[in-house]
């Protein structure tokens, strides 16, 4: 028998245990997001609008959320939000992770910026819990690309990444960058898309 013919006979299909979604109405799912949104909002008189630049985001968000296949993407991955400064991604993802790991994964969640990965980093090497959990970082690309520990060089989002990237969990994120344009290695991006469901935000600020 060949080395192939064993293989082939020997071949095992690896699937993923999917993160078991409840069914439940877009009304109650678009109230509790909005309330978190609105939770976050700076200052008491600013609105958060649905319009054209993020109606269909939103109802693709409600789609991963429920598991459903309508969803543009893997429901197996996390969500990074690429866009513009100030056009709204962090307020609404943020909003939508703390929904999502609330009704999900309670107690098990981290959010940082990414300007404080290499403190997380450090707290992963101390206590490997941390690992466990699922990871919101907002501003990828913003941390310091290098630092030094001990004469040692460390790459805090590509450590990250590399860590990340063998424990299955979760992750979300908010970028400035397209991919293209990130300052990573190509091992890292790579791996970014298999990690994430990399999204665009379009629009410009909303700032005024």
């Known amino acids: 028998m060949t080395i192939e013919e064993v293989l082939k006979k020997s071949k095992v299909e690896f699937v993923k245990d999917e993160l078991k979604r409840e069914i439940i109405d877009a009304d109650v799912f ?120 001990y004469g040692n060089v460390i790459f805090p989002f590509e450590d990250f990444v590399r860590k990340r990237y063998n424990q299955g969990f979760l992750n979300f994120g908010t970028t400035n960058y397209k991919l293209d344009d990130m300052e990573y290695v190509k091992h890292t991006k790579d791996r970014m898309i298999e990690m994430y469901n990399i999204i665009e935000y379009p629009g410009k600020s909303r700032r005024s």
């Open 30 to 149: 678009y109230t509790k997001l909005m309330y978190y949104i609105k939770s976050r909002m700076r200052y008491g008189n600013s609105t958060y609008f649905i319009d054209d630049n993020n109606r269909d985001l939103i109802e693709q968000l409600y789609y991963y959320f429920i598991g459903d296949v309508k969803f543009n993407g893997n429901l197996n991955k996390g969500v990074l939000l690429s866009g513009a400064i100030g056009c709204g991604k962090t307020i609404l993802l943020s909003s939508f992770f703390e929904l999502f790991t609330n009704f999900y994964e309670e107690d098990s969640k981290i959010w940082l910026h990414s300007t404080d990965l290499m403190g997380y980093i450090e707290d992963c090497n101390n206590d490997s819990r941390h690992n466990k959990r699922i990871i919101f970082i907002d501003d990828i690309g913003k941390e310091s690309h290098d630092y030094k520990n």
